[in-house]
């Protein structure tokens, strides 16, 4: 992989999927910075507080669906809400155990998620989601 990032964020309520996917990340040199949120309130507040703080925005974010408190979808609908600097131009792709055809239209249809993937992140999936996108 020659493409490293900035930053990717990590989003998702199973800390062993974070620490999966993070080593993932680390192991292919894909970003210099790996960012996990555990809920989607955690995510949209550390994007907000990221703006205030003068931080880089994620390249890229790796979204679960079936979260607690905030679930992917609401994640997004709150993401679409945030102002231009606060919400970057990352490349959301949707990471998710969920097979549901429902769940994959959905994505496309809102137009909110550029990709959706089915867990664990692996080498080669991030090396062509770089690829597609970076």
């Not at 800390?15 to 790996?34: G, L, M, T, Y």
Request: include cysteine; charged fraction near 30%; glycine fraction near 2%.
């Amino acid at each position: 992989m020659n493409k490293t990032l900035k930053c990717i964020l990590l989003i998702d309520d199973n800390p062993d999927d974070n620490f999966i996917h993070e080593r993932v990340i680390k192991k292919s040199n894909a970003a210099e910075n790996v960012v996990a949120k555990q809920t989607g309130l955690e995510a949209i507040e550390y994007l907000k507080a990221n703006r205030e703080n003068n931080h880089l925005p994620p390249d890229l974010i790796f979204l679960d669906i079936n979260m607690p408190g905030m679930n992917g979808w609401e994640f997004l609908k709150e993401y679409e809400k945030l102002d231009e600097m606060s919400k970057s131009k990352a490349i959301v792709v949707m990471l998710t155990t969920s097979e549901n055809p429902d769940d994959m239209l959905k994505a496309k249809v809102m137009n909110w998620a550029s990709d959706f993937k089915t867990k664990p992140l692996t080498t080669e999936m991030l090396g062509e989601i770089l690829e597609k996108y970076f």
